[in-house]
């Protein structure tokens, strides 16, 4: 029995300790995107709807630093989150890093979050980094230098699946002429974790931004940059057009095409992108482009020489970058672990919650599922019942006026 328990806790602590790493997380993505799937293979497959709901709670427990919690959720999707310290900065910043299993067979992409960023708005999507040449690497690059809140890689090449999605749009990128998108091209799928977690940080990172980075081969019609909110609506900020400006500051012989600005334009503007459509409040994300722009999403179209070929080009759009958006260091508190508490733990029934402004406690059980929700006008200290809920463990989502919290509670 005691070797039993010797072999159990060394499995642990290797466990534990395999899922830390050290050095510059640029170059830890890059050996990622160098050696991820590319388009001849039949890798991607989408994730079903209990391992989107289970996904949806690790992120909901990687934004409010939850890593215990992430990992023992992530474990069933052959995922893993490696608690990475990059010491190329300083003072060292810490990313989490959601990441498939060597062993697994789930190529879903990798999601990087910076445990104390510096522009907490600001998320900077890769869905094609086999294809769109250097984005992924760009993407890093950009993230790591703005302290982002969050990046996303995708996982396979674009063409990667035999399959194709149902969503609206065609493309001839992967065949020998046009064609319904590939479930692969996660920017035209709405069945992957690369939608869900758009979903997740669009919804409880108020005021969050998604940057969108691709690149295309420039015809001699073409501008080096084409930039698009999804619409042909100007929001009240216009991100296009105020990295138009600041790209500008950076590299004066860039030019342009902004789809809201010149309406006449419809090359390469992203109407079909899942993601856009989402943000924008599209009534189907899938086959329905939207109409209005929430000014949350922007579409970068790059040639490649000027911004993505290199670090020269990528330090044009990561300075562009944090110049639009400045620091949110002071103003948003996301994290509000230590502000909140919940009392009796156990219980047998009710548990108050201590927090201020509170407008939502969601309730979900340990295999990820919501169990029950109830909304608030901004009330202080509210209070939950359990009564109707089998014993157990749960989680408790508290989303305040000023950021979330997780807890965890026992109803004996």
């Known amino acids: 029995m005691k070797n039993l328990v010797l072999i159990f806790l060394i499995f642990v602590t290797f466990s534990s300790f ?3 790493s050290s050095g510059n997380i640029e170059n830890y993505i890059a050996n990622y995107i160098d050696n991820v799937p590319g388009n001849s293979g039949n890798d991607y497959a989408d994730p079903n709807n209990s391992q989107l709901a289970t996904w949806n709670t690790v992120i909901d427990n990687l934004l409010a630093n939850n890593l215990t919690n992430a990992r023992n959720f992530v474990n069933s999707l052959g995922y893993q989150v490696t608690e990475f310290t990059d010491t190329s900065i300083s003072p060292n910043q810490i990313f989490y890093i959601l990441e498939k299993k060597t062993s697994s067979s789930n190529y879903w992409g990798t999601y ?4 104390t960023p510096t522009r907490n708005n600001l998320i ?3 869905p094609h980094i086999k294809y769109d040449t250097n984005t992924g690497k760009q993407a890093i690059f950009c993230f790591k230098n703005t302290l982002a809140r969050a990046l996303f890689i995708s996982g396979t090449h674009r063409c990667n699946s035999s399959s194709f999605s149902s969503c609206s749009g065609t493309t001839s990128t992967c065949g020998s002429g046009s064609q319904s998108y590939k479930k692969s091209d996660l920017a035209h799928n709405v069945t992957t974790m690369f939608q869900k977690t758009t979903e997740n940080l669009f919804t409880n990172i108020s005021n969050s931004v998604f940057i969108q980075l691709h690149g295309f081969g420039k015809k001699s019609s073409d501008p080096y940059v084409i930039m698009s909110n999804g619409t042909r609506d100007t929001p009240a900020t216009d991100y296009a057009s105020l990295i138009k400006n600041k790209l500008l500051n950076e590299d004066s012989s860039l030019t ?4 809201h600005i010149n309406k006449s334009w419809t090359r390469l503007i992203g109407f079909t992108n899942t993601q856009g459509r989402l943000i924008n409040n599209s009534s189907n994300h899938c086959n329905t482009s939207a109409s209005s722009s929430t000014g949350r999403f922007i579409h970068i179209e790059q040639e490649k020489l000027k911004l993505r070929n290199d670090s020269n080009g990528w330090t044009k759009m990561s300075n562009a970058l ?3 958006f400045q620091s ?3 103003i ?3 994290n509000l672990n230590e502000a909140v508490s919940v009392s009796p733990n156990p219980t047998f029934d009710k548990v108050l919650i201590s927090a201020k402004d509170v407008f939502q406690i969601e309730v979900y059980n340990l295999l990820g599922q919501k169990v029950f929700q109830k909304k608030f006008n901004k009330v202080n200290n509210p209070i939950i019942n359990f009564i109707s809920q089998s014993k157990g463990i749960y989680f ?3 989303k305040a006026g000023n950021g979330l919290a997780l807890k965890k509670v026992i109803r004996l």
């Open 18 to 20: 395999s899922q830390i």
């Open 332 to 334: 948003e508190k996301y």
């Open 256 to 259: 342009f095409q902004i789809a």
């Open 322 to 324: 944090k110049s639009v």
């Open 112 to 115: 990087v979050f910076s445990k």
């Open 396 to 398: 408790l989502k508290v």
């Open 124 to 126: 900077i999507q890769a």
């Open 328 to 330: 949110t260091l002071s």
